[in-house]
């Protein structure tokens, strides 16, 4: 039977509810979102003269958690529009909908009792074969299906999410005990395919999997910190992006969960794991046990481990905790030898050996602190779980990880990870044992392009699941690689498709980049049938080189950049106009010459968590790489019979003048970046290059022909040249600009216009490309414009002066 998910019901409208509904709302599926009924009126509604009967007050509370969640940032809906596939009720007048939903959500609070009592109701409305599940982190299963019925139990599983919904893709799924095959498999694949999570199978044991090691990770460090003497910045350093962490490293990010999050979990796991052999580490230390007294709970109260004031100058500061005094203090930076020699290693995944070969205070830390991680997750198998690779794609998809601990311990060894504990006088795992007495030096291998994972009963390496939806770049690179050069790797995709990954910093875009571009079309043009340009890092591209084009523009080589800035453009013309369909997967940052390449491609598969815009305001120049000549061109496309088209140019202007970065890919369809009718959006990015794989080839076997150049761009001349002059004199006037604001913005005006012409003309491509390069000059020769780059390189924010 095919199972399908077009209406949920989500009960319980809290923070992770709201967020939950949110989140099914964006992958399009009709949402009723119910909570409690208000036991008492509040002063708003005795005023108006309300009652409890009212329907706005018995709804009162969904409806506050709700347009709270809205207005919360991040926002936890792809798009404002989104939120209209939400209705809200209460569980008095509209419980008895759920038999109208394919799936029940219990997100209510984390009490058995309540529980059991809302399931109670549940079951007296809910369709025989519906699916139940309950977003617990903690209670166990068998006590929750305790009075249910068959049919409820066969169908009834944990879905736990992760907070954010829309962000975290931490997706576990834990069956009940009679719940069927069916069901579990269902759940998983639709986490994956749907929801764009990555779904892992759990047991139902305390914290799961992601809050189980996650949780023994930080109590760990909690311990450790006053052990090496080290600060809550030292600490938050070592912990951060150096080893492929969030930038909130640690005790920033407990900040933003809330203490009180983290001492419930860690209670749970203290109080229902006796048998843990690092029972006592889950027990609080005393300087947390005084902070939560204290309620320095984190952003939710004002302070935790750092705190945000005002100084005698006005300004804001940000104090860090004293954990040896309990005060606040100003903050102190960290710096450590070990972490200067990984300076050069691009990729977390290599600095480990270097980390954990460190002299200095910070590599006994990391050889501490990664030894007891891998004596903690070897012994975790098979309690928690059956397989290891389940416990790494939890704390990379729950933590924010980008390495699991067994690709950690691979990446520095198996047998130094062994050494490691040894030193802490920790024991080694039977299996781990086994797994090199028997010939397997690793815990993962890579075999025709596939990962494969120790099986432990089995004890050979075994096929991860799951990976014929996806490919992944890390795993092809070395065999299928068809070309290289400092900036990308060119690799076969098969099936007559190449993709061109960029490996520059921050894949940033420049003269080798655009070579690698170049060639990688003339590589499909002559012996392939498309081309992809996509990645699997943090981010698709911040853009263009600007360090490159601020030292041209320092050094005045003019005739050089003019040449650089032609190469960019001439690129992103053959993107649109080669002979083989190119396909552009951005995801993540996307910004400036990427948005550009984008918007040049021949179609875009972009992840739904795409932050695309042309953002080149904020270093004092226009789009130079095409993008101010194709927000012209789509203008010129939109223009309808009876249109003001001077108003539908103004939005194209508006959105660079402006510099508006979409907050999702949605989102950009509304900044014409994106195309209606012609893009889409993939919501599980690991399947992002698959899916543009698939288009690529779709395009090319339909009978792909080279698009002919446009010479019908409609400009309106002097008509818009006037009226955005007119505009920017004031903004200027009003103080909303500033005078290098105007110039830019006047620049751009020029060139969105075509120029000074009398009257509405044709013109072409080529015409327009050719005064935006000129703008682009004459802004890189002006002093404010070279210290808005300079600015931005030192500090990556930008200067308004």
């Known amino acids: 039977m095919i199972r399908r998910i077009n209406k949920v019901a989500v009960i319980g409208s809290g923070i992770m509810g709201s967020g939950i509904a949110c989140h099914f709302a964006n992958i399009g599926v009709e949402v009723l979102l119910l909570d409690i009924v208000p036991r008492e009126l509040n002063d708003k509604e005795k005023a108006k003269g309300l009652t409890l009967e009212d329907k706005v007050v018995r709804n009162r509370m969904v409806n506050d958690h709700l347009t709270a969640s809205l207005k919360s940032k991040p926002s936890p809906i792809y798009h404002k529009d989104f939120a209209k596939r939400i209705t809200t009720g209460n569980l008095e007048d509209d419980l008895h909908k759920v038999k109208e939903v394919n799936w029940i959500i219990e997100v209510v609070v984390e009490r058995l009792d309540i529980k059991q009592k809302v399931f109670e109701q549940i079951e007296k409305h809910r369709s025989p074969g519906t699916l139940i599940t309950s977003n617990t982190s903690g209670i166990p299963i068998k006590f929750m299906n305790e009075g249910r019925s068959e049919d409820f139990r066969k169908h009834f599983a944990v879905t736990h999410f992760f907070n954010p919904p829309r962000y975290l893709k931490l997706f576990e799924v834990i069956p009940g005990p009679d719940c069927l095959p069916e069901i579990t498999d269902f759940l998983m694949g639709y986490g994956e395919k749907f929801l764009g999570k990555t779904s892992v199978l759990a047991k139902d044991t305390p914290a799961f999997i992601g809050n189980r090691i996650g949780i023994f990770g930080i109590q760990s460090l909690f311990h450790q910190v006053k052990e090496l003497g080290l600060t809550i910045e030292e600490v938050d350093k070592l912990t951060g992006p150096v080893i492929g962490r969030p930038k909130s490293a640690t005790f920033r990010t407990v900040d933003v969960v809330g203490l009180d999050t983290l001492v419930h979990v860690a209670n ?161 795992a039977d299996w781990v044992n086994e797994m090199l007495a028997g010939g397997n030096n690793s815990f993962y291998t890579v075999k025709d392009g596939a990962t494969y994972y120790y099986d432990i009963p089995a004890k050979v390496q075994t096929k991860k699941p799951g990976q014929d939806a996806f490919i992944i770049l890390d795993n092809i690179r070395k065999t299928n690689e068809v070309f290289k050069n400092s900036g990308v790797v060119i690799e076969d995709l098969g099936d007559g498709i190449l993709n061109v990954e960029f490996r520059s910093k921050m894949n940033t875009i420049g003269g080798d980049v655009l070579a690698g571009l170049n060639k990688g079309i003339d590589l499909a043009e002559k012996d392939f049938q498309g081309l992809v340009i996509g990645n699997q890092g943090a981010n698709f591209s911040v853009g263009a080189n600007i360090g490159m084009i601020f030292m041209m523009a320092v050094e005045q080589e003019y005739d050089e950049l003019n040449m650089a800035i032609k190469y960019f453009q001439d690129t992103m013309m053959r993107m649109r106009y080669s002979s083989i369909p190119t396909i552009s997967a951005p995801h993540g940052m996307s910004l400036g010459g990427a948005c550009e390449l984008s918007m040049h491609a021949d179609k875009v598969v972009a992840a739904a968590e795409s932050y695309i815009g042309l953002v080149e305001f904020g270093v004092g120049v226009i789009p130079g790489g095409g993008g101010s000549k194709e927000m012209a061109l789509r203008a010129s496309d939109t223009f309808r019979k009876n249109d003001v088209e001077l108003n539908v140019l103004q939005e194209y202007f508006l959105t660079i003048g402006m510099a508006k970065v979409s907050t999702s890919a949605y989102e950009a369809f509304d900044l014409g970046i994106l195309q209606k009718g012609k893009d889409i959006v993939v919501v599980n990015k690991d399947r992002q ?56 913005a006047n620049k751009l005006a020029y060139v969105m216009a075509g120029g000074d012409l009398s009257e509405p003309n044709y013109v072409s491509e080529q015409y327009l490309l050719d005064i935006e390069r000129e703008a682009f000059l004459s802004l890189c020769t002006e002093r404010k414009t070279l210290e808005r780059i300079q600015h931005m390189l030192k500090t990556g924010k930008p200067l308004r002066n």
């Not at 980008?402 to 047998?415: A, L, M, Q, R, T």
């Open 268 to 428: 749970g796991i203290h109080e229902n794991c006796p048998d843990d052999e690092a029972h006592e580490l889950f027990r609080l230390p005393d300087f947390i046990e005084k902070m939560v007294q204290n309620k320095w709970l984190g952003s939710k109260t004002g302070q935790g481990f750092y705190k945000k004031t005002v100084n005698g100058d006005g300004k804001k500061e940000i104090l860090s905790l004293d954990l040896d005094t309990m005060e606040y203090r100003a903050k102190k930076s960290a710096k450590f030898a070990t972490l200067e020699l990984t300076k050069t290693i691009d990729r977390p995944i290599d600095r480990f050996k270097v980390l954990v070969g460190g002299k200095d205070k910070a590599g006994e830390f990391y050889r501490k602190n990664f030894a007891a991680m891998f004596a903690y997750v070897q012994n975790r198998i098979p309690e928690i779980s059956d397989e290891l690779y389940r416990i790494d794609d939890a704390m990379k998809a729950g933590f924010g990880w980008e390495n699991g601990p067994f690709e950690i311990w691979d990446s520095i060894g198996v047998e130094k990870g062994i050494e490691l504990m040894k030193a802490e006088g920790l024991e080694v």
């Open 689 to 744: 290059i698959a899916q543009a794989k698939k288009h690529a080839v779709l395009m090319a076997e339909a009978g792909y022909t080279k698009p002919v150049k446009r010479k019908d761009v409609k400009v309106l001349g002097k008509q818009a040249l006037g009226m955005f002059l007119v505009g920017t004199d004031s903004m200027e006037a009003g103080h909303f600009i500033s005078e290098h604001d105007k110039k830019i």
